[in-house]
């Protein structure tokens, strides 16, 4: 009873073996045709990842900009009153100042 065991598996490694190549002799043909699909797949992803992340970083830095614009401006709203009194005591100076005549103009008539 022994021995008819031994020759069935014997037998069926005999089967089995032959499919086993066949199928890994298939795999390695497809994987092999294939390739070159999987390898611009991956250059795709690499350049898209690539443009991606120059994309954010350039959004990231202008968001950064305008936020650091808007934190200026919401700094200067208090202190617009005294920015509006320099201004007008630099206008009163202008006007009331007098510099000298420029020698070097020509006038024509």
Not at 35 to 40: A, C, D, K, T, Y
Not at 79 to 108: E, S, T
Request: avoid cysteine.
């Amino acid at each position: 009873m022994v021995a008819v065991l031994i020759l069935a598996g014997f037998v069926g490694l005999l089967l089995l073996v032959p499919l086993l190549l066949v199928g890994l002799v298939l795999r390695v043909a497809f994987s092999l045709a294939l390739l070159p699909f999987r390898i611009v797949g991956l250059a795709l992803r690499l350049t898209l990842g690539i443009v991606a992340a120059a994309v954010g970083l350039a959004i990231g830095a202008v968001g950064l900009v305008v936020a650091a614009a808007l934190l200026g401006v919401a700094l200067l709203i208090p202190l617009l009153p005294l920015i509006a009194l320099a201004a007008g005591f630099w206008l009163v100076w202008r006007l009331v100042r007098r510099g000298p005549a420029a020698a070097h103009q020509v006038v024509r008539p």
